[in-house]
Structure formats: C-alpha cells, structure tokens
C-alpha cells in the first residue's frame, strides 16, 4: 500500500470514527431522558398497587377544580389493575422521547413539558363532564408522535423526514384514537395531544436541526444577487453573432476585381 492509499484510509477511519462519535453522543443524552420518563411510570404504578390510596382519583376530572391538578399527575398514573394499560403505554413513550431527545435535543424538554400541560389542560377544559377521570401517558404519546411527523415535513431535512416516515409507519393507526369511542379511552386525551404536538412542530420550526442551506441560498439571505445565467448566455450569442458578422465584412472589403485590357495601338498592330 503506498503512502497515499494508507492517508486515505487514515482519513476515512478518522472520518468514521467522527460519526460513530457523534452519534454516541445524541444516543447518550436521548437514553436517560427516555429511562427517566419510563421508570418513573413504572415506579408511581409500583406504588399504586402498594398504597391504599387511590390514585387514579388525581387524574384530570373535567371542569372540576380538583381535578386541576391532575394536569401535573395523570400522565404518570395508570390502571393499577390492568397492567396491559402502563405496558401498552411503556414501548411507545420510551421510544418516541428517545427520538425526540436524540434529533432535538435544544427543545426536547421543552417540548415534552408544553405537550404535558396544554394536553391536559384541554382535556380539562374540552372533555365531557361526567365525573370520569383521565389517566395515563397517551396524550403525550400522541403529542409526540404529532410534533415528530409534523416537524420532519415542515423542515424539509432529509434525516428528519426519514424519522417522520417512521413514526407514521409504526404508529400511523393511532390516528383513530382521535375519534369518539365507546370505550373507557380518553379520546379527548389523544385529540389534544396530537394537536398540541402539529402547533408545536410549526412554532419550533426555527430552533433545532435544520436543512443545510445551499449556497445560492446562503447569497440570497445575505442580499447578494445571483448571477443571470440566461441573461450571460444570449449576450455571448449576440457577441458571436456579431463577431462573425464582422469578420463577413471584412472579407467583403478584401475581395480584389483585376481586369486585363489591351491597349488600342496594340490593337491596331495586330490588324
């Protein structure tokens, strides 16, 4: 191996080595985050079989004041009783925040905590008043969901809009949770946050990753004109044009007429 082929690999290596890097460092910072929402899930439903209190009687009761305050409590309280309610809810909430807070890691609290607090409040003040309490992480699950699709199509970043196809591949039919139902679900839940998470992919759509910017872009941001292509194009045909008119008349000027004459004496001579 010469020594050009060995400074290529070196650099390839190098260049490899940069990316594993860094993508060890979005996953380090997206784990805990995920693990802490997951486990302190896990640990209040622990709790919940443990204790004699009830605790599904902090959850969100509509248009009751009490129930103000399972805005701040629902998401981590679930069916004590059915373990299918916080297992169905567990894969789900891991894996939508690790995305979240491996791909926007400058919002991803941030938005993690508006779509916990706007989708409870709506669904305090939105639900149907019948004395039912809301329980469980659903509501962020689908504001998650929402703002992880909606942002990847409003950025137009092809990393993005791959995570995007993936969401909706995976979690596409939850979109009919969002309709009435006769079952004990919280649709309202799931309503408010799926539209809690779409506002929030527009409202953030400066902060976080971006597409990189081409460089007529960059020149347009800056207030530098692009050049006329078109306009340099027909210019340099009309200069050919008349560059080869000019040298046809040039050749024109040049053209020599000779005549050949006899003089008349000589003509009378040979008479």
């Given at each position: 191996?010469?020594?050009?082929?060995?400074?290529?690999?070196?650099?390839?290596?190098?260049?490899?080595?940069?990316?594993?890097?860094?993508?060890?460092?979005?996953?380090?910072?997206?784990?805990?985050?995920?693990?802490?929402?997951?486990?302190?899930?896990?640990?209040?439903?622990?709790?919940?079989?443990?204790?004699?209190l009830q605790f599904f009687t902090f959850g969100i009761v509509p248009g009751e004041i009490e129930g103000l305050r399972g805005i701040l409590l629902s998401p981590w309280i679930h069916?004590?009783?059915?373990?299918?309610?916080?297992?169905?809810?567990?894969?789900?909430?891991?894996?939508?925040?690790?995305?979240?807070?491996?791909?926007?890691?400058?919002?991803?609290?941030?938005?993690?905590?508006?779509?916990?607090?706007?989708?409870?409040?709506?669904?305090?003040?939105?639900?149907?008043?019948?004395?039912?309490?809301?329980?469980?992480?659903?509501?962020?699950?689908?504001?998650?969901?929402?703002?992880?699709?909606?942002?990847?199509?409003?950025?137009?970043?092809?990393?993005?809009?791959?995570?995007?196809?993936?969401?909706?591949?995976?979690?596409?039919?939850?979109?009919?949770?969002?309709?009435?139902?006769?079952?004990?679900?919280?649709?309202?839940?799931?309503?408010?946050?799926?539209?809690?998470?779409?506002?929030?992919?527009?409202?953030?759509?400066?902060?976080?990753?971006?597409?990189?910017?081409?460089?007529?872009?960059?020149?347009?941001?800056?207030?530098?004109?692009?050049?006329?292509?078109?306009?340099?194009?027909?210019?340099?045909?009309?200069?050919?044009?008349?560059?080869?008119?000019?040298?046809?008349?040039?050749?024109?000027?040049?053209?020599?007429?000779?005549?050949?004459?006899?003089?008349?004496?000589?003509?009378?001579?040979?008479?």
């Amino acid at each position: 191996m010469s020594l050009t082929e060995q400074q290529a690999l070196c650099l390839n290596i190098k260049i490899l080595m940069a990316k594993n890097k860094a993508f060890e460092d979005h996953l380090w910072n997206a784990l805990p985050p995920a693990i802490l929402i997951t486990g302190l899930m896990w640990l209040i439903f622990l709790l919940d079989k443990i204790s004699p209190l009830q605790f599904f009687t902090f959850g969100i009761v509509p248009g009751e004041i009490e129930g103000l305050r399972g805005i701040l409590l629902s998401p981590w309280i679930h069916d004590h009783q059915h373990i299918q309610h916080i297992s169905g809810n567990s894969i789900p909430i891991f894996l939508l925040s690790g995305l979240m807070f491996y791909s926007y890691r400058e919002i991803g609290w941030r938005v993690f905590v508006i779509i916990w607090l706007l989708s409870g409040f709506f669904v305090w003040i939105l639900a149907e008043r019948n004395g039912s309490s809301h329980i469980g992480m659903s509501g962020i699950i689908y504001g998650l969901a929402g703002f992880l699709f909606t942002s990847g199509v409003i950025r137009k970043y092809l990393p993005l809009q791959a995570l995007s196809l993936f969401v909706i591949f995976v979690y596409g039919s939850m979109i009919w949770g969002v309709f009435p139902t006769p079952q004990p679900i919280s649709w309202e839940g799931h309503l408010s946050g799926l539209i809690v998470g779409v506002f929030l992919a527009y409202w953030f759509r400066k902060k976080g990753p971006q597409r990189p910017k081409y460089q007529y872009e960059i020149e347009r941001d800056l207030g530098i004109e692009p050049p006329d292509l078109e306009g340099q194009y027909w210019q340099k045909v009309h200069e050919e044009e008349m560059r080869l008119k000019q040298q046809e008349e040039e050749k024109a000027e040049k053209i020599t007429i000779n005549y050949d004459y006899i003089a008349r004496e000589n003509k009378k001579e040979s008479e």
